[in-house]
């Protein structure tokens, strides 16, 4: 079945730095889409991307849909330590496939 | 108040108990998900369902059943608990297209002894 590689696995940064995440298929994806998890709270959604080459912003936060539709990366400008947490890639064909495959999600730790 | 409502948001049970984790929303979404999450194993759906006569399994839905009292209500029960069903379990909605994304509740922590 599909498999998403998420990388890295955890990062450790100061304040003010910007942070890259990425994740890769070996399956093509319809939907891209950006998940933050904060300590004791679910999974809560940041961006969605629709279309190959697509570039979407949310603030600080931009996403791209990668052009071979295997892969999307999250970068975050200018660390706050409210960013702290774990965030989740996920990808759909879409069509008629129900299915949501997840990355294993990357621990991000903001030092102030 | 939340989209997406989960009870109990944490519970200690022991073996061979039977488990009801419920899960209510006011997004109107028909289909709605659960999954369970385990460190370093992310996110996996257990059962999922389109609309309330419509009851479908997921990747490791052994141990584990649903029941869709309505649109806005979707329960997964563990009828023998055991302890590697030790878990944060979320209920999601969606929207009835099918790239529409995935919203969650806060979870349940479930451990069990």
């Known amino acids: 079945g599909q498999q998403l590689n998420q990388s890295p696995q955890s990062m450790f940064i100061q304040e003010g730095e910007d942070v890259s995440m990425n994740c890769t298929s070996s399956s093509i994806f319809n939907t891209w889409l950006w998940y933050k998890q904060d300590p004791g709270e679910g999974p809560v959604l940041l961006i969605a991307l629709y279309k190959a080459g697509e570039l979407t912003s949310n603030g600080r936060l931009t996403a791209q849909f990668g052009i071979t539709r295997k892969d999307s990366f999250l970068n975050i ?35 102030p | 108040d939340a989209d997406v409502t989960q009870t109990p948001r944490n519970r200690i049970t022991k073996t061979g108990k039977r488990i009801m984790l419920e899960c209510s929303q006011t997004k109107g979404h028909d289909r709605m998900y659960w999954y369970r999450q385990d460190p370093g194993l992310g996110l996996r759906l257990i059962y999922y369902s389109f609309d309330v006569k419509d009851i479908n399994k997921g990747e490791i839905s ?50 069990i002894l």
């Open chain 1, 77 to 111: 400008s200018a660390s706050i330590p409210s960013d702290v947490g774990i965030y989740f890639c996920a990808g759909h064909l879409g069509g008629s496939n129900y299915k949501l495959t997840f990355g294993k999600g990357t621990l991000l730790t903001v030092n």
């Open chain 2, 62 to 111: 052994d141990g584990y059943s649903v029941s869709r009292q309505a649109q806005a209500k979707f329960s997964l029960s563990l009828e023998s608990a055991i302890p590697n069903q030790t878990a944060l379990y979320f209920c999601a909605t969606s929207g009835v297209y099918s790239n529409q994304p995935q919203h969650f509740g806060d979870g349940t922590r479930l451990s």
